[in-house]
């Protein structure tokens, strides 16, 4: 059995709509976020996060591994795509609610109705990324 994403980033992955891979705006990289979970491609999906985001998400595996060893791989890119990925929920649109060069905020309503979410996209060596949104440290 694969460990489920925390919380905090299945929420945000949970409204990902799907749409084909190119480099043609914030919009588009979360699209292709969504695409590459869908098909559980998890060498796709991890390249579409930004470094932060991958450096947290590593750390994540890492520890779901410690948790539960022999059981669980320490990958974060199979913790992207595992079981968790099944639980995804398609959005009904994703437009770009504010952007500048390197920073923008997509505004991502659910298909299925309910608040829409803000997901940050930085810039990244030339390429749009999604951020995954953190826990809050207390």
Do not use: N
């Amino acid at each position: 059995m694969r460990r489920a994403l925390p919380l905090a980033a299945l929420a945000a992955l949970a409204f990902l709509a799907p749409g084909c891979l190119r480099d043609g705006g914030p919009e588009s990289a979360y699209r292709s976020l969504a695409q590459a979970i869908s098909q559980r491609d998890g060498e796709l999906a991890f390249s579409l996060l930004s470094a932060g985001s991958q450096r947290w998400l590593e750390g994540q595996a890492r520890r779901a591994a410690a948790a539960a060893p022999g059981v669980l791989a320490p990958s974060a890119k199979e913790l992207l795509v595992g079981d968790a990925a099944l639980g995804v929920r398609p959005a009904s649109a994703v437009t770009v609610a504010s952007r500048s060069e390197d920073r923008a905020v997509l505004r991502v309503e659910p298909a299925s109705g309910g608040a829409a979410r803000a997901v940050l996209v930085v810039r990244e060596g030339g390429h749009w990324k999604v951020e995954l949104p953190l826990p809050i440290s207390p």
